[in-house]
């Protein structure tokens, strides 16, 4: 019974990883292959020159897909990597007294009372756009609802029998905190990376796909996606068939991943 | 009363998270590098001298201090008045209600049916004796689904209806709420709910996720509890356990969830109606950030932050009827 999930999870370590390592190296082995134009070779479907078919302007979907990817998997490791570190300082200063506590909440609420989209959508919109308020915005908007869980983990700790003992031993505050909550509290914040990663991700594609996000010129999955819309009345389903599906292998790679970390660590 | 200190305890907290919300927009809007003045005169920019410029500046009031504009757009915000949205040419209450209207059929089918579905599969899906211990298949096939739909990027999704269904099939019609050239009140009821069903069935489909899960969680625990095993051992077959006990200890939870998802749906509807040209609300939020129309975006924020609230309070007012624990605690 326990032999099954840890395999399941090296299997997706492992797929993650290869998804991850293509997605890095994809960049350096491209080149501008991305943006090279074909002009005799304009929106061909799928065959054995252009894995993927080519678009409007000649350009090969299979390299812009792999270099979308790689766009998407930076913007989305940067932005889940900022939002944990914000939730992990917004728990932390929720733990400072009572006023504080009341101040981390309101803020949590307000957050998550506006739509998740809206919300980016208006960050963005107030930091201008681009790969820099993208991930801002993303991050921005991601960390309350991990820095609900690190807080409530947090008051668990700090009533536990072994802090209060070390508390009444007369420690200092920053040994307790480096030594007793930051070790139970890093695996929630792994996880937590690992499980806002595809929200990242997938907001990241709405945004540029309603074109708020990365700017037009970049080959983002997003914004591949929103040029293919203005194809899908005549049909050029390669378009938009594929980035998307790539999009989805690397999101569901690592939200499976997450999900058996979350599940190893609580059992 | 404590029901009434409750209600207004919860009222009271909405209005301070609304105001905060206001705050948060202001502050958002006013960071914004896009000057206001430029947005509302677009093309006309031209035509407008520095002194005009000023003369705008001044009876808009953007000489004064932040605090004070924001003190005069609450003032007016809660007398009624929303402003003018420049894209649409209309006031920005009339923009909303016109388009909200239609959002709304979207929206509330696909809630309805996603909440259906999705606690239907949760039910078959956890629907299992504790004496098994591999996953039936059905348990499989529902999880995966709940799983991939999960990591789905809905405009994706959409999009793949839309070539499949509109382009090659032509079951379904490709865009907007009803036929172009044609006015809304001369649309009838079964052209509308042909435009509709593509977008439902796609926000259907992705939203199902949550609720099927929990709901699968929350079986699966009652058929290891007493209840279970003593209705087992009666003679009841999973069905019976499962219809009986499972289907009221799960729904209340499920309809909780329903409730806190309302601004997740939101976000689908604003990417589902750009893919479909659905001319709702989600469309007119793009829109409004596309084109800098400042009024009409911080009052759909506004807008969308009441109904939010208003759900995520009805699940917690929800919460605490079915658990006793939570009533004892302070709100």
């Known amino acids: 019974m326990n032999q099954q999930p840890r395999l399941t999870a090296l299997l997706s370590t492992a797929l993650a990883a290869l998804v991850l390592a293509s997605a890095l190296m994809a960049a350096a082995w491209l080149g501008d292959a991305p943006q090279q134009m074909h002009f005799d070779a304009r929106l061909a479907p799928p065959g054995s020159n252009y894995w993927f078919g080519t678009d409007a302007l000649g350009r090969d979907m299979a390299a812009r897909t792999l270099a979308g990817l790689t766009l998407s998997f930076w913007v989305g490791s940067s932005a889940a990597l900022l939002g944990t570190l914000i939730a992990l300082s917004m728990a932390l200063l929720a733990m400072l007294g009572p006023r504080w506590d009341a101040l981390v909440s309101l803020a949590i609420d307000t957050l998550l009372s506006v739509p998740h989209l809206l919300l980016l959508l208006m960050i963005a919109f107030a930091l201008g756009g681009g790969t820099q308020a993208v991930i801002i915005a993303v991050a921005l908007s991601h960390w309350p609802s991990l820095a609900r869980v690190l807080r409530a983990e947090l008051l668990h700790i700090r009533h536990a029998p072994y802090v209060q003992i070390s508390q009444a031993l007369g420690k200092p505050r920053r040994f307790i905190v480096r030594h007793h909550w930051i070790p139970q509290v890093l695996p929630h914040c792994l996880v937590g990376a690992l499980l806002l990663f595809p929200h990242a991700v997938l907001h990241e594609a709405a945004l540029s796909f309603l074109g708020v996000g990365l700017s037009a010129d970049q080959p983002a999955i997003g914004v591949l996606l929103g040029e293919s819309m203005r194809h899908v009345s005549g049909g050029d389903w390669w378009l938009g068939v594929f980035p998307g599906a790539g999009l989805l292998l690397m999101v569901l790679c690592i939200q499976r991943l997450g999900e058996t970390l979350r599940r190893a660590w609580s059992t | ?331």
């Open chain 2, 1 to 331: 009363m404590p029901v009434i200190r409750l209600l207004s305890v919860r009222l009271l907290r909405i209005a301070l998270v609304l105001l905060c919300v206001a705050g948060l927009t202001f502050g958002l809007m006013l960071a914004s590098p896009i000057d206001p003045i430029d947005a509302y005169l677009g093309p006309q920019i031209a035509q407008a001298g520095a002194e005009q410029r000023a003369l705008i500046a001044e009876r808009w009031g953007f000489d004064q201090p932040p605090l004070l504009q924001f003190g005069h757009w609450l003032r007016q915000l809660l007398s009624g008045n929303l402003g003018w949205s420049h894209v649409y040419n209309q006031p920005v209450n009339e923009v909303i209600a016109q388009r909200f209207q239609r959002s709304l059929a979207l929206l509330g089918l696909a809630w309805l049916l996603s909440t259906l579905l999705g606690f239907g599969l949760g039910l078959l899906a956890g629907m299992r004796e504790p004496a098994k211990p591999t996953h039936s298949t059905l348990d499989r096939v529902i999880s995966g689904y709940a799983y991939l739909t999960a990591s789905t990027p809905a405009f994706w999704l959409a999009m793949l209806g839309l070539l499949l269904f509109s382009v090659t099939l032509g079951w379904t019609p490709v865009c907007c709420a009803g036929p172009s050239g044609s006015l809304s009140d001369e649309v009838s009821l079964a052209t509308r709910l042909h435009h509709l069903a593509l977008p439902v069935a796609t926000l259907t489909l992705l939203s199902t996720a949550p609720i099927t899960l929990h709901t699968r969680a929350r079986l699966r625990s009652l058929m290891h509890s007493p209840v279970a095993t003593q209705a087992f051992a009666q003679g009841a077959s999973r069905r019976d356990v499962a219809w009986r006990h499972g289907a009221r200890h799960a729904c209340l939870p499920a309809i909780t969830l329903a409730c806190a998802s309302l601004g997740e749906l939101f976000g689908g509807v604003m990417l589902i109606e750009q893919v479909f040209a659905y001319p709702g609300l989600g469309r007119a939020t793009v829109e409004a950030a596309l084109r800098s129309d400042i009024p009409l975006l911080m009052a759909i924020a506004l807008f969308t932050a009441l109904l939010v609230s208003l759900g995520n309070a009805t699940a917690d007012g929800l919460y605490r009827l079915i658990d006793p624990r939570l009533r004892a605690q302070a709100p």
